[in-house]
Structures are given as C-alpha cells and as structure tokens.
C-alpha cells in the first residue's frame, strides 16, 4: 500500500491509543500492569505471527541492539506519558511529548538526505506549529494541575525518549524483520514492566488489577495494528513526514478526551485541529 496512507491509518490507531492512555490515568489504574497487559499483548501477537511466517531471520546483531534500544526507549515513552497525565491535563501533555518530531525530522534530513517539496516542507512546518500552539497553559490551569514541574520533567523524558524510538524504529524497517523486531521489543519492555509494579503500588494506584489489564489488552491490540503498519510505512516513505503526521495523533485523542470527560475545547484547542487538518492535506498534496 501506499506509504502515506498507511501513515494515516497509524495517525488514527495511535489516537485512539493515546486516548486510552487517558483512560487508564483517570481510572487510577496501576500504571505497571495496564503496561504489563500492553506490551504482552502486543509481545505474543508479533510472536505468534513470526513463528507462523516463513521469513529468515535478517542481520540478528541489528535486531537484538535495536530492539533493546527500542523496547527501552519505548518504554520509558509510555510509562512517563501515562504518568505525566496525573499531573497536567490532555491538552498539554499529548502536544509536548509529541515535540521529538522535531528531532526526528532534523535526524532524518541530516542522516537520511530526505528530498522535501514545498507542500511537504510546509506541512511539516504546520505540524510543528500545531504542537507549539496547543501547549500553552492558561494560569487556572497552571493553578489547577498539581505538581507542575514534576509533569513537564516527565514529559521531556517521553520528548527524548520517544525520538530514539522512532528512529530506531526506522533502522529495524529497513534492516530487520518486522516482527521478529516487534516481538523481541515488547517482550523486553513486558521485562520492564514487571521490575515496575510495586513502585506504582507505593503511590497509591488502583489494586483492582483487572480494569487495567482489559485496558492495557485493548492498547495492546490498537499498538499491534499500529505498529506493524508503521514499520511499513518506514520501509518506503521519509521518516520526516511520517513522524510529524503520525505524531499529530494527540488532536484526536483530545476530541475523544473533550467528548468523553469533557474536558473543555476552547477556540485555541478548535484552532489547533483546523491546522492539523490542512497540514494533513499540504503533505497529501506534497505526495501526489
């Protein structure tokens, strides 16, 4: 299938991910074993397809460094996203873990010698710009969220964090097996996961352990679908303009927070959704 359009359905699975996220942090459900149920979904889906697939298994140094690198990264990505949502609201955490697309972008133009148009340069652009406008923080909301500097440290964690994942994820499209790379990556962070649990106990989450695992089951099947779209997207496509649109996916999540928790959706916010829009049509556009 075309690279862009699978680029999109990544765009969708990822937002309707995130949105669980959120979901998880306002059941208070125990971060470790939402987490636990996620990535050992995803560990024995990949697993079950490789095994059931023909493939040979290609360069196997590449794989175990990059899935170590990737499950690690990754990892860490979700746990202080998850977290860091206890501490500030949707609309600020979703827009400024995504702001590593500007890190992947000034990788993939350095190392990747990506060739851009100006329809793509400009979508990229605006896609920056969505994440730069939907981060401000109004002072009752700067009053209201709880332990603020603690949020925002969570968050450049999942910044650095998820720009190694996402490149790394580029280096196992193209020099790895897919799923070999997936299963052995959510495996190691299912590892993680486990070293987690009682720590988040200690804080006070949710001991009713199975509302977070049917929550991290559904994550875990949505990731799978993504993720596995996302490695082929990577196998053709600039990994400059994937990320941006990919990482755009936090506009729906707040939708789906807005519809569901009503969180308020004030015209900056409506702003922000118009801009991801026409930046999704300038890289279509870019594409054609």
Not at 69 to 78: C, E, H, K, M, V
Not at 151 to 171: C, D, N, Q, Y
Not at 172 to 192: E, H, R, V, W
């Amino acid at each position: 299938m075309n690279w862009f359009f699978l680029t999109m359905v990544c765009f969708f699975l990822y937002g309707i991910q995130r949105f669980l996220y959120k979901v998880s942090a306002e059941r208070n459900c125990n971060t470790a074993w939402t987490t636990l149920s996620f990535m050992g979904t995803v560990a024995l889906l990949s697993a079950v397809c490789w095994f059931a697939s023909d493939e040979t298994l290609i360069n196997p140094t590449w794989l175990l460094a990059l899935a170590v690198i990737n499950s690690l990264t990754f990892f860490i990505d979700t746990v202080v996203t998850i977290e860091a949502l206890r501490y500030l609201p949707t609309n600020i955490v979703y827009p400024m873990t995504r702001l590593n697309a500007v890190l992947v972008v000034l990788f993939s133009i350095v190392y990747f010698k990506d060739s851009l148009n100006g329809y793509q340069i400009a979508g990229i652009v605006l896609a920056i710009g969505v994440i730069l406008t939907l981060t401000r923080f109004s002072e009752e909301e700067r009053r209201e969220s709880r332990n603020f500097r603690k949020g925002f440290l969570l968050i450049g964690l999942a910044v650095l964090s998820g720009a190694v994942a996402a490149v790394s994820s580029k280096f196992a499209a193209l020099y790895t097996n897919s799923m070999a790379f997936i299963a052995l990556t959510y495996g190691l962070s299912m590892l993680f996961s486990v070293g987690l649990q009682k720590p988040f106990e200690k804080e006070g989450a949710n001991r009713r352990y199975g509302e977070a695992l049917l929550i991290g089951f559904l994550v875990g099947l949505i990731n799978f679908a993504a993720f596995v779209t996302l490695l082929s997207a990577m196998k053709t496509g600039p990994l400059s303009i994937i990320v941006p649109v990919v990482g755009m996916n936090f506009v729906l999540a707040n939708l789906l927070a807005a519809v569901v928790y009503r969180e308020q959706l004030t015209l900056l916010k409506t702003s922000g959704i118009l801009m991801t829009v026409l930046s999704l049509l300038l890289m279509k556009l870019g594409q054609s």
